[in-house]
């Protein structure tokens, strides 16, 4: 038997791979009620064949981590789709997303009683990452938690 391969839709998981660095700006929320400017700091990479994407992401702000969070994004060929499974230092339940490429724009988005979450990452231009989440309670009425600018450091 032979072992599948990954595809055109696996391949593009390369782009979210690297060192990213960057400046986040957090809007005020429940979470962080004044808001404020933090570094963001992900460290992806290809894992399982080329199937997935593992990442390892820190928040820093006055040279303190004040959030951390792990992700496993999987494309599921037959669905089209591509599907990040979220781990973070607050302990609630992983989240799940899922979402599509439009060209280098990743949007995915969760959603469920009291909390729907949209997110965006856009790779279009080289080297660079611009993301943006927003929230809402009635997947109605949105707000930004953050948006960030990053640099990719290093290729893996």
Do not use: C
């Not at 791979?17 to 979470?31: C, D, I, K, L, R």
Request: hydrophobic fraction near 30%; proline fraction near 6%; aromatic fraction near 10%.
């Amino acid at each position: 038997m032979s072992m599948p391969k990954p595809g055109p839709g696996h391949e593009k998981l390369k782009t979210m791979t690297g060192v990213w660095v960057g400046e986040e700006n957090m809007y005020p929320s429940q979470w962080d009620p004044a808001g404020g400017m933090a570094t963001g700091r992900t460290n992806s990479r290809l894992a399982l064949g080329g199937f997935a994407v593992i990442g390892d992401y820190e928040q820093e702000r006055d040279g303190v981590i004040t959030f951390a969070g792990h992700s496993v994004t999987t494309f599921d060929p037959k669905e089209e789709l591509y599907t990040l499974y979220w781990f973070d230092s607050i302990g609630s339940p992983p989240e799940v997303f899922s979402g599509l490429f439009d060209g280098d724009v990743l949007r995915m988005s969760h959603g469920g009683p009291g909390m729907h979450v949209r997110m965006t990452s856009d790779y279009s231009e080289p080297g660079q990452l611009r993301s943006k989440m927003e929230m809402s309670t009635d997947g109605q009425d949105w707000k930004t938690l953050f948006d960030g600018h990053y640099q990719r450091n290093k290729e893996e």
